[in-house]
């Protein structure tokens, strides 16, 4: 599998999880724009006993006064204090700890935190997680070492709906839960069964063994509701469900839950709507900057390196699963199935192989019924029965359906059947597919038509500049126009602009 890359950017991936003790941080979104709501505890300026964040001379800047330490920087001076590898994140402004929350940066406006460590609880040991009762489940927590659950009987925090769901924050700070394990029959399984409007942010969870439930199971969450969000996290370790919604960090995410700087490594496996971060993602639930290593199986539907499906207007951004993904009906490298005309994969990609035992086989998605995938590429093999392709096992006649400006870089693409096997997309196309190149090595495939074998292109061109803007493909190096080409980087193939390289 020559050319491209695993490498991930770390401007807006968490990975320092050596940092020393971290009671909270407040996140400025990565580029600009992506950051939640605004505010702090209640929104309340602080004046005298807080930290005001705003924007000034092209730069934020941090004023704070808490006791005898004030002071004013700008952000990047503050986190590079804090060791912090960019400006995204500030941990401690003058050696003083801040709570967690998240600001808007496109506002433009003074920012205002809460007081230093209020109604924060300590976790030090396993003990210390919050109990069932509803007012515990709706606590801040952050740990302050490591937690060995080695041996421990986990019983999931926060289980179903209603007042049993965990709806406050647990801030990680950096350290990492040990020795999970979890051999359930039940639903909702991982370190929490369910959230709601929950924000679980800096933490690692290293599993013992599996993970182990019915549906809804996750390495982390088993299912998320509301505006909760797991960021900059990681879980280490493998993950099984025996029915539905199986993923590394979340069995299912709905309305605007989000999984953002996050990654996961192992193996993820389960019946239907199986992923390597997330089974199932639907509502406006996203992930972004995240990435999964290792190995996906489903044994009847819907298998992804990333996520297994999505729905509505849900959506896949610049992120990657590199290793294997083994299905039955609708397998792909990034995704299994893409299911409705608002949901958007874009500047994506896997490096491994797919295979599908079923129909619908593709090394970027398996079925796209409808919704976008565009700006992603592919490397590895693809096998599987009938509507096979190096990109989509499926397209879909519906004009809802675009699959444009991808690649498979492919090194075989086959089928046990007799049709529908194409080096591009398998079966089933519109014109909205289009622009999507593969080698010109490869057979072309049983179906006639650009749509379906792909522009091909000698492995040679695949590193050349022109190749790529004859298809006005964009290499401005953003979310719109991602791509980018350099000779010294990558062995000279195409890359996305957030790859390290």
Same mark, same amino acid.
């Given at each position: ?217 996750? %390495? ?8 909760? !969000?797991?960021? /900059? $996290? =990681?879980? +280490? *370790?493998? #993950?099984? &469900? @025996? ?118 086989? %593709? ?8 919704? !976008?995938?565009? /700006? $992603? =590429?592919? +490397? *590895?093999? #693809?096998? &599987? @029965? ?116």
């Amino acid at each position: 599998m020559a050319g491209f890359t695993t490498k991930f950017n770390a401007l807006c991936l968490f990975k320092a999880f050596s940092l020393s003790l971290l009671i909270g941080f407040v996140t400025i979104g990565c580029g600009g724009g992506d950051g939640g709501g605004g505010g702090g505890d209640g929104g309340t300026p602080r004046g005298t006993n807080g930290y005001t964040v705003s924007f000034l001379n092209g730069d934020f800047q941090v004023a704070y006064s808490v006791g005898n330490k004030s002071g004013s920087n700008t952000i990047a001076a503050l986190a590079a204090e804090a060791l912090v590898p960019d400006s995204e994140q500030i941990y401690a402004v003058g050696g003083v700890l801040v709570n967690s929350d998240t600001v808007n940066v496109d506002r433009n406006l003074d920012f205002y935190l809460g007081s230093v460590n209020s109604n924060v609880i300590e976790i030090n040991s396993s003990a210390g997680f919050p109990s069932a009762d509803a007012s515990a489940l709706s606590g801040r927590y952050a740990l302050t070492s490591d937690i060995d659950l080695t041996g421990v009987t986990w019983t999931p925090l926060g289980t179903g709906a209603g007042t049993s769901r965990f709806t406050g924050r647990l801030n990680g700070s950096g350290y990492k839960i040990i020795g999970l394990k979890v051999n359930s029959t039940s639903d909702y399984i991982g370190l929490f069964g369910s959230i709601y409007n929950a924000h679980i942010t800096n933490l690692g969870v290293e599993i013992d063994g599996e993970v182990k439930g019915d549906e809804y199971v996750g %390495g982390i969450v088993g299912r998320v509701y509301g505006a909760s !969000s797991i960021t /900059n $996290s =990681y879980v +280490i *370790g493998n #993950v099984r &469900g @025996t029915n539905n919604y199986v993923g590394g960090i979340a069995g299912r995410l709905e309305d605007t839950a989000s999984i953002k700087n996050s990654y996961t490594t192992g193996n993820v496996n389960g019946t239907q709507y199986v992923g390597g971060i997330a089974g199932n993602l639907e509502d406006t639930a996203s992930i972004k900057n995240s990435y999964f290593e290792g190995n996906v199986k489903a044994t009847t539907d819907a298998a992804g390196g990333i996520a297994g499906r999505l729905q509505n207007t849900a959506s896949i951004k610049n992120s990657y699963a590199a290793g294997s993904v083994n299905g039955a009906t609708r397998t792909g490298g990034v995704l299994g199935h893409l299911n409705a005309a608002g949901t958007v994969v874009i500047n994506t990609y896997f490096i491994g192989d797919v295979s599908g035992t079923g129909a619908y086989t %593709g090394g970027l998605v398996g079925g796209s019924d409808q919704g !976008s995938f565009k /700006n $992603s =590429y592919a +490397i *590895g093999t #693809v096998h &599987g @029965t009938t509507y096979v392709g190096g990109i989509a096992g499926w397209g879909s006649s519906a004009a809802a359906t675009i699959l444009q400006n991808n690649v498979a870089y492919s090194d075989s693409v086959t089928g046990t059947g007799a049709t529908n096997i194409n080096r591009a997309v398998g079966g089933s196309v519109n014109a909205g597919v289009l622009r999507n190149v593969v080698r010109s090595a490869l057979p072309v495939g049983t179906n006639s038509g650009d749509q379906y074998s792909g522009i091909g292109m000698a492995d040679n061109l695949f590193k050349v500049l022109e190749t790529y803007q004859t298809l006005s493909w964009g290499f401005e190096g953003n979310d719109d126009s991602p791509w980018q080409i350099n000779a010294a980087k990558n062995d000279g193939f195409p890359y996305l602009y957030w790859q390290d390289l």
